[in-house]
């Protein structure tokens, strides 16, 4: 009698299994292995992932942005900001987590990570309040001597959490009532300070123990009523730069003796501004503060509501002549950052498509930009980038 071709088929299978079997038992015993970065982190990029989707698991991937490599992919918990400390050797995320991911009691910590291998460090406890919100540089912040770690709260009242980062503890919490942001001061480590919904920057000076003094009065510099400014900051030197929703620039010199405003100046001609051409995107402008050059993502027919539109066009400014050098395609870029290095390189993210571009920032050409690099579909609601 012929066998059935049900049991053809169980005896073949039979055959395979054992052969795989006595395959794998030849195989060595596989062992987990931590490997550590090149220590070239020149132009390492971190991006941060909102994760919209299930937004109790952010993510932050880590990018070799000279090769235009992906590395890593690190979680970030709920609404997590990061944040890198001044020598660029350790990298620390402010977040929350919750027992059952969306409930349960609500715990807040920084956590503490190294930059060479992405490895925890270890945490600190910060009170249930950091501001689950977008990434944005003016949510967390380390002092210029790396022994503060300043973290934006909302409750929704506003304060700020200064952490001992090497006390590993919380030094106080400061009240910043209708003020937002964190900017900590380059040359004077114990002052940060904030912008104000009334068009001022308030500025707050902490003791040794970190406690917060009593404040000096702020500084008005825009209208908040007629043209606001972008959270978005950048630093160039003592000079903090600031760009308005109708294309103004705004600039204040951080000096010992406090808050000193410049004349401002406007981004767009008289043509420009009849085009309605305005400033648009989340981290939308980026400073090369050795040649002195402005990136800022631009958009025409604006209307109210578009302030966080792709950029349509990168204009390029000369800071100290305040007048335009370049117009180069947009990419449509949601964020860019400028990264130094002897070959420096400005990252621009394509919110479109989650791609992120290495432009050359030395690039002469007064029409056109030239693309060093390419790192295709990043993440899934990036928005966010930071350069070691």
Not at 336 to 342: I, K, N, R
Request: net charge neutral; with cysteine; proline share 7%.
């Amino acid at each position: 009698m012929k066998p059935s071709r049900l049991a053809r088929l169980g005896a073949g299978c039979l055959a395979t299994c054992l052969a795989a079997g006595a395959l794998a038992a030849d195989l060595p015993n596989e062992r987990q292995t931590i490997a550590k970065l090149d220590p070239d982190a020149t132009h390492r990029v971190y991006l941060a992932d909102l994760t919209l989707s299930h937004i109790a698991d952010n993510r932050l991937h880590v990018i070799d942005g000279q090769r235009m490599r992906y590395l890593s992919a690190m979680s970030t918990g709920f609404a997590g900001q990061v944040a890198l400390s001044p020598d660029r050797r350790e990298l620390y995320v402010a977040t929350t987590y919750y027992p059952r991911l969306y409930r349960g009691q609500r715990s807040d910590v920084v956590e503490v990570y190294g930059t060479d291998d992405l490895v925890f460090r270890h945490e600190i406890e910060i009170p249930p309040k950091h501001a689950q919100a977008m990434n944005i540089r003016a949510t967390l912040a380390p002092s210029a001597d790396g022994r503060w770690l300043l973290v934006q709260n909302a409750t929704p009242a506003s304060s700020v959490s200064v952490v001992d980062l090497q006390g590993r503890k919380l030094a106080s919490e400061v009240p910043t009532p209708g003020c937002w942001g964190v900017i900590p001061w380059p040359e004077q480590p114990n002052r940060f300070s904030t912008v104000c919904g009334d068009g001022t920057l308030a500025t707050i000076e902490l003791d040794d123990a970190g406690q917060a003094r009593p404040r000096s009065a702020p500084v008005a510099f825009f209208d908040a009523d007629t043209d606001p400014v972008f959270i978005h900051y950048e630093r160039s030197g003592n000079t903090l730069y600031f760009v308005s929703y109708g294309g103004q620039v705004h600039q204040l010199q951080l000096k010992p003796e406090g808050v000193q405003v410049q004349p401002v100046w406007s981004l767009l001609s008289a043509a420009e501004q009849k085009a309605r051409w305005r400033p648009g995107g989340m981290q939308l402008f980026a400073i090369d503060p050795e040649r002195q050059r402005l990136f800022v993502g631009m958009h025409a027919k604006a209307v109210d509501g578009s302030h966080k539109n792709p950029a349509q066009q990168i204009w390029v400014f000369d800071l100290e002549r305040q007048a335009r050098v370049a117009r180069w395609p947009g990419h449509n870029a949601v964020s860019m950052v400028f990264s130094p290095a002897a070959t420096p390189r400005l990252f621009v993210l394509d919110g479109a498509g989650n791609h992120l571009l290495a432009l050359d920032p030395r690039s002469t050409s007064a029409q056109r930009s030239t693309t060093l690099g390419r790192l295709d579909a990043v993440g899934e609601t990036p928005i966010y980038l930071e350069v070691q």
